[in-house]
């Protein structure tokens, strides 16, 4: 019989409408007690202009968790949080009560239809790097920092 091992991954958090902060709050708290979580560590939130919609300011973080879970089984966990949130896809970047992103799953590179990790968009997104670099800052260089610069995002707390 074979054991599971922990992995670290790192999950993008997001949210315009409704109660954002609330929205992340509860997210954080429904992934930490999730069945093969083991651990969670969040950034502070940051508050983004949505980059390629419209819609209201995004509250953001990342968090950082430990788990037992294989990346397809912790994406199905990301959308049934989302789900609880009243997530609705209507197109594509569309305002939302909450979106969760698989940025990284240990060293692990994917490129499935349904997954990609690492998160092919990350290393354009002050909203992802930032709050990324607070909490495992040898993950983002300063280069990809500096390659961002130009995007307005806010530390709220």
């Known amino acids: ?24 709050q509860q997210a ?42 294989s990346a397809p089984d912790l994406l199905g966990v990301l959308h049934c949080v989302e789900s609880a949130a009243g997530r609705q896809r209507p197109y594509r970047n569309a305002p939302r009560t909450l979106d969760l992103d698989l940025l990284l799953y240990g060293h692990a590179r994917m490129d499935w239809p349904v997954l ?6 990350m290393w354009q997104r002050a909203f992802v790097l930032k709050p990324l670099s607070e909490i495992a800052p040898d993950l983002v260089p300063e280069a990809a920092l500096a390659a961002v610069a130009g995007q307005s995002v806010e530390r709220l707390h």
Do not use: C, K, W
């Open 28 to 69: 954080l708290h429904a992934l930490s007690s999730s069945a093969g979580v083991s651990a969670l560590r969040s950034s502070g939130f940051y508050r983004s202009a949505p980059l390629g919609a419209g819609g209201p300011d995004f509250i953001n973080a990342v968090a950082q968790l430990t788990t037992t879970l």
């Open 116 to 121: 990609t990790v690492p998160h092919p968009r």
């Open 1 to 24: 019989m074979s054991q599971s091992l922990a992995v670290t991954a790192y999950v993008g958090l997001g949210a315009n409408l409704g109660e954002p902060v609330q929205a992340l």
